[in-house]
């Protein structure tokens, strides 16, 4: 009989049993600790945003996450762990009661319900990877194609912004992975998109799935060789100062 792979969040508990809280993580000025505490500050409000739409009571707001996030950073490290856990079941059940095509003001940012869901999906997904590196779950999770629709969809403002910042010229490249449609990144006056376009034969970049949600989140896998490049030295500079992410 088949066995579903693991859910995101799943992968990323069992990842994070091996993590001492004060490990460094891929996130720039965070130990585990502020990782976890980020995820928990984030499952605990979409519950109490989902909850009092349900409730038809007013939706609580977020002005600043890094504000939000301290009384979170703040908590002792076994006990947001459990928080987490018991938040992400929380918050999935809630979510489950609402129409997925639906965008409801205040909850989450703006985004349909489903695309929601999708977006704390890659959260864990990508967080598990600032945890542990590259590994053959973390893979397996990294490679789902629809969570790099979702970016496409969803992300492509403020993955961009920090590439862009400054700069106006046009340009142009794709991150290729085989069998799959081509990852197209542009920038033109001061604005960049994303877009998954038919597969072309031009130079690109080329990556496995996983490795290439990576690329587009502004991180790179530990093992340069999942990465191949075709183009010019000055093309893949400017490739990788857009994908800088968050």
């Known amino acids: 009989m ?3 792979p693991p859910s995101e969040i799943d992968s990323f508990l ?4 091996g993590v001492p809280p004060r490990s460094l993580t891929a996130c720039d000025g965070w130990t585990a600790h502020e990782v976890v505490a980020h995820l928990v500050s984030g499952v605990e409000l ?4 989902a909850r009092a739409h349900l409730d038809g009571g007013p939706a609580p707001v977020v002005d600043d996450w890094a504000v939000r996030d301290l009384p979170y950073q703040a908590m002792d490290d076994a006990v947001l762990r459990r928080r987490l856990e018991a938040g992400e079941r929380d918050m999935t059940k809630l979510l ?3 129409d997925p095509t639906a ?4 909850l989450g940012w703006g985004m349909p319900v489903g695309e929601i869901v999708l977006h704390m999906r890659q959260e864990f997904a ?9 590994d053959d779950p973390g893979d397996e999770v990294l490679a789902r194609p629809e969570l790099l629709a979702h970016s496409v969809r969803m992300l492509q403002e403020s993955l961009l912004a920090r590439g862009l910042s400054g700069r106006n010229d046009g340009f142009e490249a794709r991150i290729r992975c085989p069998g799959q449609p081509d990852l197209l990144v542009e920038a ?6 994303l877009a998954l376009v038919d597969p072309g034969d031009g130079p690109a970049v080329h990556a496995d799935p996983a ?3 990576l690329l587009l989140w502004g991180r790179r896998p530990a093992d340069p060789r999942r990465v191949r490049s075709e183009l010019s030295p000055s093309e893949l500079l400017r490739l990788q100062q857009l994908l800088r992410g968050f």
Not at 46 to 49: A, F, G, I, P, R
Not at 126 to 134: A, F, K, N, T
């Open 46 to 49: 979409l519950s109490e945003q």
């Open 2 to 4: 088949a066995v579903d």
């Open 14 to 17: 069992e990842a994070l049993q």
């Open 103 to 106: 965008v409801i003001p205040g």
């Open 96 to 98: 489950e009661q609402l």
């Open 211 to 213: 490795a290439r949600l």
């Open 188 to 193: 033109r006056d001061g604005k960049g998109t």
């Open 126 to 134: 990508v967080h598990r990877w600032d945890l542990v590196g590259d």
